[in-house]
């Protein structure tokens, strides 16, 4: 299994559309999840943190499911400027330093007028 | 806001120079990353360090090199660059706590 795993895409929706991705995780012990965006030819920034609640920043709802190993985020209500990659994010504490992250291969989303 | 600065966009290199890529940070962040980023790998963790003259090595170190001299300054060496290289550099810097990282805008890198 790979260590992050997410759906590669493309996702391709109109304006107004709620969209979901998934992405799973390998190492039990992780502890910290993030989304990252990335926007063609830039570099990946910040979306939210994950946590074991679940959050929610505006349009933005991220969930984490620890028994399932899975991560969830889904936008609700697309905009034109949510085309991006949209990278899962996890620090796999364990075999090595804590304060590396794991990124996944990231899932192009396009939202279309 | 965190602000994180790479030496160059972009910069085009002969194989088998000797290539820097300098990154520095303004937030006083312990650790920083150097990754690469390729079509179809994804980003992929070179070196990092978590203090000043601390390394250690990623998942990819081979054919790289790193400078930590001072706290907010973290270079990238190529001793001998090869085609193989050409990618985009991206650095980044995060706190030993709250674990995420913020990037600098990348270096793309083209070894002719």
């Known amino acids: 299994r790979k260590e992050v795993e997410q759906d590669p895409g493309p996702f391709n929706v109109p304006e107004g559309a709620t969209v979901a991705f998934n992405c799973t995780y390998s190492?039990?012990?992780?502890?910290?999840f993030f989304w990252y965006r990335q926007d063609c030819r830039k570099e990946p920034k910040l979306l939210m943190s994950?946590?074991?609640s679940g959050n929610e920043d505006g349009r933005f709802t991220a969930q984490l499911n620890r028994a399932s190993q899975y991560i969830s985020l889904l936008i609700r209500d697309s905009k034109l400027s949510d085309s991006a990659t949209y990278l899962c994010?996890?620090?796999?504490?364990?075999?090595?330093?804590?304060?590396?992250?794991?990124f996944g291969k990231g899932t192009l989303l396009t939202v279309n007028p | 806001d965190v602000k994180v600065t790479q030496s160059s966009r972009y910069l085009v290199k002969r194989t088998g120079e000797k290539v820097f890529l300098e990154c520095v940070q303004d937030?006083?962040?312990?650790?920083m990353f150097w990754y690469r980023q390729d079509p179809g790998l994804g980003l992929r963790l070179i070196y990092f360090?978590?203090?000043?003259?601390?390394?250690e090595k990623g998942d990819i170190p081979e054919g790289y090199s790193v400078s930590r001299e001072k706290k907010e300054r973290f270079s990238l060496i190529l001793e001998s660059a090869s085609t193989n290289q050409t990618s985009m550099y991206l650095c980044?810097?995060?706190?030993?706590?709250?674990?995420?990282?913020?990037f600098g805008p990348g270096t793309r890198l083209t070894v002719t």
């Open positions: 994010v996890v620090n796999p504490l364990g075999g090595g330093s804590n304060y590396k992250l794991t």
């Open positions: 937030m006083d962040h312990e650790n």
């Open positions: 360090s978590y203090d000043v003259k601390m390394k």
């Open positions: 190492n039990s012990a992780s502890q910290s």
């Open positions: 980044a810097t995060g706190t030993g706590g709250r674990k995420e990282q913020y």
């Open positions: 994950v946590y074991s």
